[in-house]
């Protein structure tokens, strides 16, 4: 059985950093397109970053420069490096991978950010 689960999040203030992880098991990342979502309250559930098999990355344009997203096979772990957070980035942030045509969700770590 896939899971994902998320650390990391937590309280910052305004120009600071966080870095978050997402430690899967019960499969192989490897060759699997992995990211992160973030939802914030009252608000839909939208893409950050993804990063494919083959290291290739994808990032919303409200992080582009701040965030960096990077993965280490060998550990099964996905991270999100976040500098120069923004009151606006407070959310949840979701750990999410495509496995066997299936997505999979981490039940999510709280960021927020004080301004």
């Known amino acids: 059985q896939v899971q994902l689960v998320e650390s990391g999040g937590g309280l910052v203030q305004a120009g600071g950093s966080l870095r978050l992880s997402c430690l899967a098991s019960?499969?192989?990342?490897?060759?699997?397109?992995m990211g992160w979502y973030r939802q914030a309250p009252g608000k839909q559930r939208e893409l950050v970053a993804t990063?494919?098999?083959?290291?290739?990355?994808n990032y919303a344009d409200f992080v582009k420069g701040r965030f960096t997203i990077s993965r280490d096979n060998a550990k099964s772990t996905v991270y999100l490096q976040m500098n120069s957070l923004k009151a606006d980035d407070t959310a949840v942030y979701y750990c999410?991978?495509?496995?066997?045509?299936?997505?999979?969700w981490g039940q999510g770590t709280q960021v927020t950010v004080s301004s």
């Open positions: 990063i494919t098999r083959g290291d290739s990355t």
């Open positions: 999410w991978g495509r496995f066997s045509f299936i997505n999979y």
């Open positions: 019960g499969t192989d990342i490897s060759f699997a397109t």
